[in-house]
């Protein structure tokens, strides 16, 4: 379980997080929602340790990591899927697959493991591909893909479904379900997609100005006014 307890971070003098505390727990998927500014990939910059937290704690699955390097978050687990996907366009659809299991031993490290393609068939079609040469949504499956090669225990998605055709968007959800449902993994899932996050959420939680302001089940959010909360 992820627990996050009482953080803040500042740029400068703005108060950017505010006393955040929440949990997400393995098997579930925990959906965070929030208008844009809120502060929601400062946190998940947080949890990575791309951005040192400047009060509070983070600890995952009992341990605390509030002051780990990212690659000892990565190997501890946790796998990011940023916003924006972030892949290398000149190396192969296979090659950045390969970077996802840096984590591993030389020897453990030359494969991609057949379930990424089986969950995401379009990459072992194009893996051949550059990277750079795939449509936003072929990118954004790829960029999943690759954090899955690290057989992630927490997967941190940012806003997965922006800019991407609603028939990928529906394909990511059906790889997200199938994930939550091995109930061996934690997904931490930020979205402004309403719709989608609401399907898929187990719990939700709301943030504005750098505050959760409301949080609860998935199946609650239309009954308690989610939709409104996050609305542009």
Known sequence: MLEVQQLHQYYGGSHILRGLSFQARVGEVTCL???NGVGKTTLLKCLMGLIPAREGEVRWEGRPITHAKPH?????????VPQGREIFPRLSVEENLLMGLSRFPAREARTVPSF???LFPVLQEMKHRRGGDLSGGQQQQLAI???LASRPRLLILD???EGIQPSVIK???VVIRKLAARGDM???LVEQFYDF???LADHYLVMSRGEIVQQGRGADMEAEGVRGLVAI
């Open 171 to 173: 394909e990511i959800g």
């Open 72 to 80: 000892q978050r990565v190997q501890a687990g946790i796998a990011y």
């Open 33 to 35: 929602l929030g208008r």
């Open 186 to 188: 934690a997904i931490l």
């Open 116 to 118: 990424i393609y089986e």
């Open 197 to 199: 996050a609401a399907e």
């Open 145 to 147: 893909g690759r954090a």
């Open 159 to 161: 806003e997965p479904t």
